[in-house]
């Protein structure tokens, strides 16, 4: 596709339950990243991956959390026994290469509610 | 810690006048420096950026950053404010070395409101 795409766009949980969001990303770019962004708050950093390896996970809050990226590409982002503290918006971006001036693109965000 | 402060969570301005919004960062080593912006549901845009070269960097839809290595500063200003400029900003920063895999570190963000 000419962006990044995730989806759902919205999705409403009860507490307790798995939620899976997935990122399809720019097609070629082998870097890809995953935030959070919590209501009035910036964007934390998640996970980054390179090609299907995730050499920086250092972003996870905790072991509910996972994510993996198939063929270079789709990348899913796993919550287990979601909390309420879970609702935020989760933001994918790609970039052609891990660099430090190259741009990354934002997808528009799964808002993830947690009732 | 690499840190990013955004002064202002609010600003409001009125249709044509300055918008300035404030970024300081953190660092021993000037970081490479973004400001993105993130209109109602969509994702977050590149506005500019400064990795080298020319302190003073343009970007889309006239903004424009200025780098201040002395005043750790890379606030974003726009001459004239127009009411599609309405919209939440982000300043962002990647650390300067060769291990940097391009994660950003984000302010805070700005809500931009513009007056008619």
């Known amino acids: 596709g000419a962006g990044v795409s995730q989806s759902p766009s919205n999705k409403v949980t009860e507490k307790g339950k798995d939620v899976e969001l997935r990122c399809d990303p720019i097609s070629g770019h082998t870097a890809l990243y995953w935030y959070r962004q919590r209501l009035g708050q910036g964007l934390e950093f998640l996970i980054y991956?390179?090609?299907?390896?995730?050499?920086?996970k250092s972003g996870l809050p905790s072991d509910r959390f996972s994510a993996e990226r198939t063929g270079e590409s789709v990348s899913t982002l796993t919550i287990q026994r979601t909390q309420q503290e879970d609702s935020a918006v989760y933001l994918c971006?790609?970039?052609?290469?891990?660099?430090?001036?190259?741009?990354?693109?934002f997808g528009q965000g799964t808002r993830l509610t947690v009732v | 810690a690499q840190s990013v402060t955004q002064l202002g969570s609010h600003v409001s301005v009125s249709e044509g006048a300055l918008v300035l919004l404030r970024c300081n960062y953190s660092s021993s080593v000037p970081p490479y420096l973004f400001w993105y912006v993130q209109y109602p549901n969509q994702g977050l845009q590149l506005l500019l950026k400064y990795t080298t070269g020319a302190t003073l960097v343009k970007g889309i839809n006239g903004f424009e950053a200025e780098f201040k290595k002395s005043e750790t500063s890379f606030h974003l200003t726009k001459p004239s404010a127009h009411m599609s400029d309405a919209a939440e900003y982000f300043c962002?920063?990647?650390?300067?070395?060769?291990?940097?895999?391009?994660?950003?570190?984000f302010g805070q963000g700005t809500t931009l409101q513009v007056k008619p």
């Open positions: 991956f390179q090609g299907n390896s995730a050499p920086d």
């Open positions: 962002a920063v990647t650390p300067r070395r060769s291990s940097n895999t391009g994660k950003l570190i």
């Open positions: 971006a790609s970039s052609p290469q891990a660099a430090m001036n190259t741009e990354a693109f």
